[in-house]
T-cell receptor, first 116, second 111 residues
């Protein structure tokens, strides 16, 4: 069975460019999470969706970050304009449990972003 | 907000040794989970705990949900080279769906 699929696996871009990261959750999972991982700050939750609806975006660093989930099988995380401090590994995760229950997260392999 | 303190930050052991790591929270948690991350991969769930006092095993791994609901530990018995990686605890409090992650314990094994 396919797990969480993320693309691209690696992206190198220049400061000021727009970056779009993509995620396909596990079929049937109704919660989707975006995390950012850095050495300094560890794993940080950016935003999560239940049934395609954003529930909590309090972890989104600033207005340069935006996330969408137009349908149950696709989500994007966009950074515009990108800055060097955005360099990190961005993980998407999905969970079979919805609102009101904390379930196990299934992570993708991550997208490693480098902003020069 | 909720915070997790995970220790130790790193461990260097010999193959065959047992390993123990723990997490403490500043508030009561209703769920504890332990994940392992291999280089270049995302974290993978090892054990999930949902009840205070619960002790759960998964092969050579054993984890417990502390009775105070503010701590959890993970033990690995008879370590092998493939146990190398970063281990994360994660938890959530009452009514909170999102998980808080510890900073991780990096395990290195000398053959």
């Amino acid at each position: 069975d396919a797990g969480v699929i993320q693309s691209p696996r690696h992206e190198v871009t220049e400061m000021g460019q727009e970056v779009t990261l993509r995620c396909k959750p596990i079929s049937g999972h109704n919660s989707l999470f975006w995390y950012r991982q850095t050495m300094m700050r560890g794993l940080e939750l950016l935003i999560y969706f239940n049934n395609n609806v954003p529930i909590d975006d309090s972890g989104m660093p600033e207005d340069r970050f935006s996330a969408k989930m137009p349908n149950a099988s696709f989500s994007t995380l966009k950074i515009q304009p990108s800055e060097p401090r955005d360099s990190a590994v961005y993980f998407c995760a999905s969970s079979p449990r919805g609102t009101g229950a904390t379930g196990e997260l299934f992570f993708g392999e991550g997208s490693r972003l480098t902003v020069l | 907000g909720q915070q997790l303190n995970q220790s130790p930050q790193s461990m260097f052991i010999q193959e065959g040794e047992d390993v123990s790591m723990n997490c403490t929270s500043s508030s009561i948690f209703n769920t504890w989970l332990w994940y392992k991350q291999d280089p270049g991969e995302g974290p993978v769930l090892l054990i999930a705990l949902y009840k205070a006092g619960e002790l759960t095993s998964n092969g050579r791994l054993t984890a417990q949900f502390g009775i105070t609901r503010k701590d959890s530990f993970l033990n690995i018995s008879a370590s092998i080279p493939s146990d190398v990686g970063i281990y994360f605890c994660a938890g959530s409090g009452q009514g909170a769906q999102k998980l808080v992650f510890g900073q991780g314990t990096r395990l290195t094994i000398n053959p």
